[in-house]
């Protein structure tokens, strides 16, 4: 089918108009990216079926998008359709000891919730960006600490239309990295178990997290550590030493702050990242001899620079 036939297909059975060619940019914390062929918005679990039928039956790729704070999406764009779940899972309900919300509900605000009802264990996440999906989904985590070691249970959806839930002690959690990575998946709601505690003691401890993240992390478009840390040592660490820090490809930059963050400083395209990404990957390996992986997830199609102008 081709796209304008998927375009008034989803047009005509879903109540919000898919945006067609829409800029990735715009949803990505890094400002760049190419368009997007479709982004849907369903407004229910019914929409979304929907949707996930008709690319099932057309063989049209999909990728599901959270808050676009750990990708990178290369300059051609994506192609199929892109799932934004805000329309239908931002809601959240605080329990005495545990939280449930909507996959896209944002992380900071969810922390800053928990401040408010008492509820101890989030704090670590204070100053995450992202949304609930996706810090399950990559596991995301800092001050030795991480969301998988706090999640009941969760609901999701095959991209057959299929329904249902798993425990936590059903998926499996590593170091930026969560056993739904390796399926096909969408999750739609997530149950977080916490501790009832002193509400001063949470908010003091949740603000120096923060702040300290503050003084740390460069104030540009970023997608927070490129890299992922290898064994034993962190990435930040090897590209200073390696000397990489400052290496810059066009608005591309190493921060100078912060070696583990790649910093768009205006205008930088997904392939000046990428031929960043590689500069400071072979000197870290010529200098330090460590084999640097990325830990930002990187989709989309290359374009030419033809495309591009
Ligand atoms: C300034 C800055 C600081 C950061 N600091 C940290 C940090 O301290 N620790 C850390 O771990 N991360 C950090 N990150 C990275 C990022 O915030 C996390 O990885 C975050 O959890 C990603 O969530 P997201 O909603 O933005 O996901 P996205 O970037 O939109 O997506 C990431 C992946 O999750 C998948 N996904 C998203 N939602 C769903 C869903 N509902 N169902 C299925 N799959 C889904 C996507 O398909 C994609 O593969 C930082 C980023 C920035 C910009």
């Known amino acids: 089918m081709s796209l304008l036939k998927w ?12 945006a067609v060619e829409e800029p990735m940019w715009k949803h990505t914390s890094m400002r760049i990216g190419g368009p997007a062929e479709i982004m849907a918005f369903p407004q229910s679990i019914n929409e979304l079926r929907i949707v996930l039928e008709l690319a099932a039956v057309n063989n049209v ?32 309900y605080f329990e005495k000891s545990s939280i449930r919300a909507g996959a896209s509900v944002k992380l900071t605000y969810l922390v800053k919730e928990a401040i408010r009802f008492g509820l101890r264990g989030l704090e670590f996440a204070s ?6 999906g996706g810090a399950i989904y990559m596991n995301a985590g800092a001050y030795n600490k991480s969301i998988g070691q706090l999640v009941s249970r969760i609901k999701l959806m095959d991209y057959e239309g299929n ?46 997290i923060l702040q300290e993240r503050q003084e740390k992390h460069p104030n540009f478009p970023s997608a927070g550590s490129f890299f992922r840390n290898p064994p034993g040592k962190t990435a930040g660490y090897l590209i200073e030493k390696a000397g990489a ?58 374009c030419t620079k033809q495309e591009r102008d």
């Open 245 to 302: 820090k400052g290496f810059a490809v066009g608005d591309a930059q190493v921060s100078m702050q912060h070696g583990n963050f790649i910093i768009n400083k205006g205008e930088a395209t997904a392939e000046d990242v990428l031929n960043l990404m590689e500069m400071v990957k072979e000197k870290v390996k010529s200098v330090m001899n460590v084999e640097l992986e990325p830990e930002v997830r990187i989709i989309g199609e290359n």
């Open 127 to 132: 100053g995450i960006p992202g949304s609930l």
């Open 61 to 92: 790729p999909l990728f599901v998008i959270g808050q676009g704070t750990n990708l990178l999406v290369k300059d051609g764009g994506v192609r199929g359709i892109v799932l934004n779940l805000v329309d239908m899972s931002y809601y959240s």
């Open 7 to 18: 375009k008034e297909k989803l047009l005509s059975v879903l109540s919000r108009p898919p």
């Open 163 to 208: 329904f249902f839930e798993r425990t936590g002690s059903e998926l499996v959690f590593g170091y930026r990295w969560s056993s739904l990575q390796e399926e096909k998946l969408i999750i739609l709601e997530g149950v977080l178990d916490l501790i009832p505690g002193e509400r001063e003691e949470i908010r003091r401890y949740a603000e120096q």
